[in-house]
């Protein structure tokens, strides 16, 4: 039976002078990543490389180091790796015999919300949610919830519903869980959020 090929995002976050951050972006774009400028609600920011990459296995993902070595040169520090795959490789995973919580670490999604309409949100009952927002996406406030546990989902699930409904939501919003399967620097979110 042929493997079937599966989406895993690649993210490698970074310690950079604001100086840099044009030598960074750069770096991503000639790489074919995109540079995101995350800005968490706690006052912190992450800057980081997201990455879509189609293929079997992740293996190779975690061991092409090439863009790491370019930021290195050119004097910016890496500080963390993080590949997320699609739930199809967690039942993939499951379906050759591997332990299906222990094929990954978390799960999480990200909801872009219009920043302007989130105070709808102030009198309905909402799960562990966390914001943050993107520096090259004005205007949009991102709800972030992390897991350990896929028995979450569901009311995950309902609080999204809760949000389309009030009309906070942005339409460019694609419905998909992202499951973290290598972190090697997973307290590097400790201030902010913590999966259960």
């Not at 997201?50 to 930021?71: A, M």
């Not at 963390?80 to 490789?89: F, G, Q, S, V, Y």
Request: proline share 3%.
């Amino acid at each position: 039976m042929t493997q079937e090929y599966f989406n895993f995002e690649k993210h490698i976050t970074v310690k950079v002078d604001l100086s840099k951050i044009n030598l960074f972006k750069q770096l991503c774009y000639d790489h074919g990543a995109k540079p995101i400028i995350v800005n968490l609600h706690n006052g912190e920011n992450h800057v980081m490389t997201s990455e879509t990459i189609n293929t079997k296995t992740p293996v190779d993902i975690i061991t092409n180091n090439d863009l790491v070595e370019r930021f290195v040169e050119s004097g910016i520090e890496p500080i963390r790796l993080k590949i997320e795959a699609e739930p199809r490789w967690i039942d993939y995973k499951e379906s050759i015999g591997y332990n299906r919580r222990e094929s990954f670490l978390y799960l999480e999604i990200h909801v872009p919300c219009k920043s302007d309409k989130l105070y709808l949100l102030e009198n309905i009952i909402m799960h562990d949610w966390h914001k943050s927002s993107n520096e090259f996406k004005q205007g949009t406030t991102f709800l972030t919830y992390r897991t350990k546990n896929e028995q979450d989902i569901n009311y995950i699930n309902l609080d999204i519903a809760n949000m389309k409904l009030m009309g906070v939501v942005s339409e460019n919003f694609k419905h998909h869980f992202e499951y973290a399967i290598w972190d090697e620097n997973e307290e590097l979110d400790s201030n902010w959020i913590k999966g259960k």
